[in-house]
C-alpha cells in the first residue's frame, strides 16, 4: 500500500505562483510514476503531468511552459511548481502513483489539495 499526501493548495491571483507538494509513505519502492491530475467543478479529471522513475516528464499542452514537475526521491516527494496561474487551473489536484509489484498494478491517490486562481 502507498499512501500519498498532497498539500500547497491555496488562493493566489492569475499570474501568480504555488507549489504542490505530494508525500509518499508505505511500500513507495517499484512506483513506476507519478502524477497530478486536477478536477475543476462540473468538469472530468484530467492528467496534468507525469514523473517517471527515470525521471522523464510529461505535461498537458495547458500547463506546458507554466507547470515544472519535479521529485525529491530522499523525502519521497513529489512538486508540482505552477507559474503563471489563471483563473482556468482552478481545482482540486490530486496526485496519483501507479505501483507494479510481482506484475500486479496497484493505483493510488491522495486526497487533493485545493487550488483557486482569482482574476
Known amino acids: 500500500q502507498v499512501q500519498l499526501v498532497e498539500s500547497g493548495g491555496g488562493l493566489v491571483q492569475a499570474g501568480g505562483s504555488l507549489r504542490l507538494s505530494c508525500a509518499a509513505s508505505?511500500?513507495?519502492?517499484?512506483?513506476?510514476?507519478m502524477r497530478w491530475y486536477r478536477q475543476a467543478p462540473g468538469k472530468q479529471r484530467e492528467l496534468v503531468a507525469t514523473?517517471?522513475?527515470?525521471?522523464?516528464?510529461n505535461y498537458a499542452d495547458s500547463v506546458k511552459g507554466r507547470f515544472t514537475i519535479s521529485r525529491d526521491n530522499v523525502k519521497n516527494t513529489v512538486f508540482l511548481q505552477m507559474n503563471s496561474l489563471r483563473p482556468e487551473d482552478t481545482a482540486v489536484y490530486y496526485c496519483?502513483?501507479?505501483?507494479?509489484?510481482?506484475?500486479?498494478?496497484?493505483?493510488?491517490w491522495g486526497l487533493g489539495t485545493q487550488v483557486t486562481v482569482s482574476s
Open positions: 514523473i517517471t522513475s527515470g525521471g522523464t516528464t
Open positions: 496519483y502513483a501507479f505501483q507494479t509489484i510481482s506484475g500486479i498494478g496497484g493505483h493510488y
Open positions: 508505505g511500500s513507495i519502492f517499484s512506483i513506476n510514476f
